[in-house]
């Protein structure tokens, strides 16, 4: 995909593509952008993502909730701020991300 425009290209990934199978999205990746995906590569990326599954899991199992435990006060956020931030910036982001700004090449 190429920034409309701009000259600068980029690769579209959908977030439960990369969650459902996040070497296939990697795999994916290197192949727009010309490197190859090695065999010493792909085993480097499956010990990492076994490691973050088992690290994932440990979280899971002391009670933290799926995502880690994460919420906007972690980040000194509130829910009503978000949606009130979006509100007044416009942020309209997945209904036509691809129609303001991506086109394919």
Do not use: C, M
């Amino acid at each position: 995909l190429e920034a409309k425009g701009s000259g600068v290209t980029a690769h579209h990934v959908k977030y439960n593509e990369l969650i459902d199978d996040p070497k296939e999205q990697v795999r994916r990746l290197y192949d727009s952008i010309g490197l190859e995906f090695t065999d010493e590569y792909s085993k480097l990326l499956d010990a990492y993502l076994a490691k973050d599954k088992a690290e994932r899991s440990k979280i899971q199992q002391k009670g933290s909730k799926a995502h880690g435990g994460y919420s906007p006060a972690t980040f000194g956020l509130t829910e009503e701020g978000i949606l009130e931030r979006d509100e007044k910036e416009g942020i309209a982001l997945g209904r036509d991300y691809e129609a303001r700004f991506l086109k394919t090449i």
